[in-house]
Nanobody, 123 residues
């Protein structure tokens, strides 16, 4: 089965930096767009950044200039580097990917989510 596993969350002081990583595993044929979303406490899940398999990136306005998304297509991984963190960056961060996989000889394409990793920015 295909799964996404995130790592790298934790607590950091305002102004600090944090790196998140996500690895996809399973019977993967190909991966399209990959992205990071976050869900602040009591709020809706929102897009933080996305990257195509060709490396084109987009960022939410709230993180532009402070975040960098990158991917390694050979390793099926995506990373998010966040700098100059603010308390409002506190959220559960989720990895997302469009993955084509094989199951009993048939190919499927689905949208997969990681389990989420907590990022807390506080002094």
């Amino acid at each position: 089965q295909v799964q996404l596993v995130e790592s790298g969350g934790g607590s950091v002081q305002p102004g600090g930096s944090l790196g998140l990583s996500c690895a996809a595993s399973g019977s993967i044929f190909s991966i399209g767009a990959m992205a990071w979303y976050r869900q602040p406490p009591g709020k809706e899940r929102e897009l933080v950044a996305s990257i195509t398999n060709g490396g084109l990136t987009t960022y939410a306005g709230s993180v532009k200039g402070r975040a960098t998304i990158s991917r390694d297509n050979a390793k099926n991984t995506v990373a998010l580097q966040m700098n100059s963190l603010k308390p409002e960056d506190t959220a559960v961060y989720y990895c997302n990917a469009d993955i084509t996989y094989r199951n009993v000889g048939i190919y499927y394409t689905d949208d997969f989510w990681g389990q989420g990793t907590q990022v807390t920015v506080s002094s």
